[in-house]
């Protein structure tokens, strides 16, 4: 029986070491508490929780890859970790790394970039919302190929930054970021069959852009955005000149509703006053809005419009010239009080 006993007593010393041994295993290595200092993260598009695992051990953020994927699966977030960029602290728990890891809590500047704005305008957004020089998109503008801009731009990026919001995150480089802007012209472009629309109205895709950077700038609202293109349409049809303010100031580097006698002397050929046809390119970054006029002119017989009251974004057509002098002195008559 002495024996006996001894026997049960080893076997039950073996089982308690093998039970601490199977908890050690079961319960992987974790630090305790939020951490310390700071951390920048990325999870790429397409990583798997146990990837994301790894990139945190790497950087000490967790202790154990087993005791994040286990915190993960514990906050039901399996299939929820977000590609981004976040903030963290070195050796935090599992547990507290998960819980910055919301998409909510992403590491990002989101920037709205307004219908319109010419490129300067726009890299000058742009620096001021990254905190990134402006010089550096600068120098990121003169490389189009690399953003790749189509073939139909004749190397010009004025007009092809689409007008959208972005989501700009601290790893997005000058390049990284106009690109994103690029890709969104194009995948704009391909939507609204912008190559096939040109050439039903015997234009190039890069004329169709101009056309609707000049109805952009020129319109107060978007339902006039379509008689503004007629209009365009119109004077170029007859070999007229397109006498356009905004490629006026455009030209001079200026900002205005009415060009002076001095502005309409400017030798630039954004002058539409004194050269026929359009101008050379896009005045400015046109919405979808501007897009769809450009390529969808209704039918009309205007030749003339005049913002006659600029403050509240009344334009009004004409089409003879007795009716634009009336509708001009109009607007004067407005300007004077």
């Not at 006053?273 to 205007?302: C, E, F, K, M, V």
Request: hydrophobic share 40%.
């Amino acid at each position: 029986m002495l024996a006996v006993l001894i026997l049960v007593g080893g076997l039950g010393a073996g089982g308690y070491y093998g039970y601490t041994w199977l908890s050690d295993v079961m319960t992987p290595d974790d630090y305790a508490g939020q951490g310390s200092g700071e951390v920048t993260v990325e999870i790429e598009t397409g990583q798997t929780a146990t990837e994301v695992a790894q990139t945190l051990v790497e950087q000490d953020v967790v202790k154990s890859a087993k005791a994040f994927t286990n915190a993960v699966a514990a906050a039901g977030k399996s299939s929820s970790l977000q590609p981004g960029v976040y903030r963290l602290r070195k050796q935090m728990s599992a547990a507290a790394a998960v819980d910055l890891l919301d998409p909510g809590k992403q590491l990002m500047e989101r920037v709205t970039l307004k219908e319109g704005l010419r490129l300067s305008d726009t890299i000058t957004t742009l620096a001021k919302s990254t905190g990134m020089a402006a010089a550096e998109f600068q120098k990121a503008a003169r490389d189009t190929e690399a953003l790749g801009l189509p073939s139909y731009a004749r190397g010009r990026l004025e007009g092809y930054l689409f007008p959208a919001t972005y989501d700009i995150t601290p790893k997005m480089s000058a390049t990284d970021i106009l690109t994103a802007m690029v890709d969104r012209f194009n995948e704009t472009a391909e939507k609204e069959k912008l190559v096939a629309g040109a050439k039903a109205l015997g234009r190039t895709p890069h004329e169709i852009i101009t056309i609707a950077s000049i109805v952009q700038a020129e319109s107060g609202k978007a339902d006039d955005m379509g008689k503004i293109a007629r209009v365009i349409y119109n004077r170029l049809e007859e070999g007229r000149k397109l006498e356009m303010d905004s490629t006026v100031f455009y030209g001079l580097k200026k900002y205005g509703i009415a060009a002076t006698n001095a502005d309409l002397q400017s030798t630039s050929p954004y002058n539409t006053y004194r050269r026929t046809g359009l101008p050379p390119g896009p005045i400015s970054n046109p919405g979808d809005q501007a897009i769809q006029a450009a390529l969808n002119p209704p039918a009309g017989d205007w030749r003339w419009f005049v913002a006659t009251d600029p403050e509240r974004g009344v334009t009004e057509f004409a089409s003879t010239e007795a009716d634009f002098l009336r509708l001009k002195a109009k607007f004067e008559k407005t300007r004077t009080g």
